[in-house]
């Protein structure tokens, strides 16, 4: 008769016991909430706008619809986000030293973000690269001026409008009013690049096109 080794079964044992440990290991637990706030709002300043999309578990939904691929489908997806009050208005925080950022949901080609202005506070002029994008305001006012090789446009940015932008268009966006801002704005794909221009700037003269969307 065979007999097995005593030390060959603790080895069984021993691995059993580490395989149960390490499906059973317990996982840290989600950081605290900010008083008033939201625990999963990634405040951001303008110097620091990227994020581990891991590290926000409501990024991660998996009820969500196939994700948009037209500029059509963007601009529903834009709509949608502002008029779920709930989801954002939570998360809604004024920075006095700067725009403040909280992204709002990440996924095949795009990302949202949540923005807030207070009286005075300005992007710049600037670009977005690569990206295009789809913007919206949801509380207050805001004012954007744009640049072309046909000279400079401005406009107001109001609740229940639409912009879009494609890449390389030229614009500042700032809060002119008595009273904060905010706006909901997304990038596809997503945002890697913002290049600021001063004020006194003449873009190139190659396609940068907008558009109102309703």
Known sequence: MIRIRKRNRDRSKLALHGLRAATTRPVAPAPA???GGHPWADGLSDVSIAGDPLAFPHLARTDLPAHPTTVAEYARLVREIAADRD???PLVHYDALTRWYARLETGPGCEVWLLSWLPGQSSGFHDHGTSSGVMTVVRGELVERSLTHT??????L?????RVFS???LHEVVNASLE???SIHLYTPGLTEMNQY???VVPEQHPQTSAEAH
Do not use: I, T
């Not at 000279?151 to 107001?156: I, L």
């Not at 109001?158 to 639409?162: F, K, L, T």
């Open 33 to 35: 909430a900010r008083p």
């Open 158 to 162: 109001r609740p229940g409008g639409q």
């Open 151 to 156: 000279g400079e446009g401005s406009r107001d």
């Open 87 to 89: 989801r954002w208005e």
């Open 167 to 169: 890449p390389g268009y």
């Open 180 to 182: 904060p801002a905010v």
């Open 198 to 200: 001063g004020a006194a």
